[in-house]
């Protein structure tokens, strides 16, 4: 069974530091591994998606990357903005077995930018 | 505007009176999907659909009923709710299974 950990749990930084996120996950034969940030009491905003032949994604200030051979993602946030602040989850997309493509989410970390 | 709507954002019921959570995306997505989140628990994935009659059951389907007689729509019934239900709940679609995903607002359940 799939297992995605996400570290650190939380995490605070001052406003204009770089920052990575790490994701791992235990079964590397994944689909895609996608990225989330979460505002309290909000849903899920999704952030990239990085199918299994991709290496990585950017958009703006995101960049994500993948490495199923060892099993990890990490999404890298330059120069961080209070804006930022949020939970971050990681979620990976199982290879079809039995029809199922099971979509497994790590716990987050929650990101703290300080002005 | 693309989007995924949920009904009722917050509901406080009873043990054991049944209610459905709506579920409805305007994107005409193949992929529908529940999960629950729990402090300490993350999301958990409730039952899943493929397409329109093809469902099936996640990690914790227990306590829950889906169906999917229309693509844009997929409900959540809770027979005989418990307390151990009282949850924040996420329906989320995909226009199919490799594409990224779109989660609704959430709903935030409290049994009594």
């Known amino acids: 069974k799939q297992e995605v950990t996400q570290i650190p749990a939380a995490l605070s930084v001052p406003e204009g530091e770089n920052l990575v996120l790490n994701c791992s996950f235990t079964d590397s034969a994944i689909y895609n591994l996608q990225w989330f940030r979460q505002d309290p009491g909000k849903g899920l905003t999704s952030l990239l998606l990085i199918q299994s032949s991709q290496r990585e994604q950017t958009s703006g200030r995101l960049n994500a990357s993948l490495d199923k051979s060892s099993g990890r993602s990490t999404l890298y946030i330059a120069a961080s903005q209070p804006g930022d602040s949020a939970t971050y989850l990681c979620a990976a997309r199982a290879r079809p077995r039995a029809g199922s493509y099971q979509l497994t989410f790590g716990k987050g970390t929650k990101l703290s930018v300080i002005p | 505007e693309a989007q995924v709507t949920q009904n009722p954002r917050y509901l406080i019921t009873v043990t054991g009176k049944k209610l459905t959570v709506t579920c409805s995306q305007n994107?005409?997505?193949?992929?529908m999907s529940w999960y629950r989140q729990d402090p300490g628990l993350g999301l958990r994935q409730i039952y899943y659909s493929m397409n329109v009659e093809v469902t099936d059951k996640g990690d914790v389907p227990e306590g829950y009923k889906v169906s999917r007689k229309e693509k844009r729509n997929f409900p959540l019934i809770l027979e005989s709710p418990s307390p151990n239900q009282t949850s924040l709940y996420f329906c989320?679609?995909?226009?199919?299974?490799?594409?990224?995903?779109?989660f609704g607002p959430g709903t935030r359940l409290t049994v009594l």
């Open positions: 989320a679609s995909s226009l199919e299974v490799g594409t990224g995903s779109y």
């Open positions: 994107m005409n997505h193949e992929y």
